[in-house]
């Protein structure tokens, strides 16, 4: 079985693909033939050995790199995956006009399988037979047809656990930060001015580069750290030195930074709204954003449970994410297309 992943965002850069590389390496030990293709904004097409020379993957030069990332295509990928042949291609990432343009170009019989985040919606979402989501709750809600047919699978998130460090949440007394919060400040709905009011009274990092960022750097906050851009080692470093994450998207799936915060011992409180599952409750808390102040008070004033909470998410973490349990979601992707 041939199956192709398509990474429907146009970038140079696969540094967040590697869990999708890892899932593709886990396939070909069992006998598939697995590729990732990607558009770039480069003039030619090219091919490369990634992950130790273990996957193949082809970058296609866009056809129309001045538009925004979502309406991107690529005459060359299509070509490309074509001439692949897959039996199934995993869609990551939803809503890409890429997505449509590739399904249309490959036999009727050609399996879908949706790698789901943020975004739920695109033109190709009937025609899927699997959908890797973040947490089982996403899925039901979204996908419910498929995970009554019990073809929904939570697709872990790859962290590199000794970057992460030993996962033991800090005693207060020796927290450099109360707050931690980890997102671009390119985006309102990062939302990073809620955790404004928190400053009165605590220590408050928001870890990320953007111009939302320059009027807070301008108020010249005392209890307001804003380092900038950091890289992973150093993203890690400011987690192990703080109490709790507060992370104040307003539309998210799950993202990373909430998994790396709770395998640094770290309780992460988030919106239900935003995030419905993925943080079990012996690991963080989702609020409203009326709660909000009570959820924080309520870890603040009690560092045992801070503390019980950062040891659990660590050991959920260690359990539900990394290389391995997406080598285990593999076996299963790989039984599921074979039935279908």
């Known amino acids: 079985m041939r199956v192709a992943i398509l990474m429907s965002h146009a970038s140079r850069n696969m540094n967040g693909a590697i869990r999708d590389m890892i899932l593709a390496r886990a396939m070909a ?189 301008k108020a010249g906050n005392p209890r307001l750290f804003l380092p900038g851009r950091l890289s992973q080692p150093q993203v890690f470093d400011h987690l192990r030195r703080s109490r709790i994450m507060v992370h104040t998207s307003t539309m998210d799936g799950l993202p990373r930074a909430t998994v790396e915060a709770m395998a640094s011992g770290v309780p992460v409180i988030a919106f239900q709204a935003t995030i419905g599952g993925g943080i079990p409750p012996t690991a963080g808390l989702l609020v409203s954003p009326a709660g909000l102040p009570h959820a924080v008070e309520l870890l603040m004033a009690d560092d045992a449970m801070r503390l019980r909470m950062g040891r659990a998410a660590r050991r959920y973490v260690e359990r539900e994410h990394g290389a391995a349990a997406i080598e285990r979601c593999a076996t299963q992707v790989i039984k599921l297309l074979a039935e279908s």
Request: aromatic content about 6%; charged content about 20%.
């Open 29 to 217: 030990t069992h006998g598939m033939e697995a590729r990732v293709f990607r558009m770039h904004p480069g003039p030619a097409t090219e091919h490369e050995m990634m992950l130790g020379g273990a996957v193949p993957v082809t970058f296609c030069a866009t056809d129309n790199p001045q538009d925004i990332p979502h309406r991107q295509l690529s005459a060359s990928l299509l070509a490309e995956v074509v001439a692949f042949a897959p039996d199934a291609v995993l869609y990551k990432g939803l809503g890409y006009a890429v997505n449509a343009s590739l399904q249309a170009a490959l036999p009727a019989t050609t399996r879908v399988v949706l790698v789901i985040g943020g975004g739920v919606a695109d033109p190709i979402v009937p025609q899927a037979s699997l959908v890797l989501g973040e947490y089982p709750e996403q899925m039901q809600k979204h996908f419910p047809d498929l995970a009554k047919a019990k073809r929904a699978l939570v697709l872990p998130k790859f962290l590199d656990m000794a970057v992460a460090g030993p996962g033991r949440p800090v005693p207060w007394r020796e927290a450099d930060f109360d707050i931690v919060n980890v997102g671009n400040f390119n985006e309102k709905r990062k939302n990073q001015e809620a955790l404004l009011p928190f400053t009165d009274r605590y220590r408050v990092v928001c870890i990320g580069a953007g111009p939302l960022a320059v009027p807070l750097k």
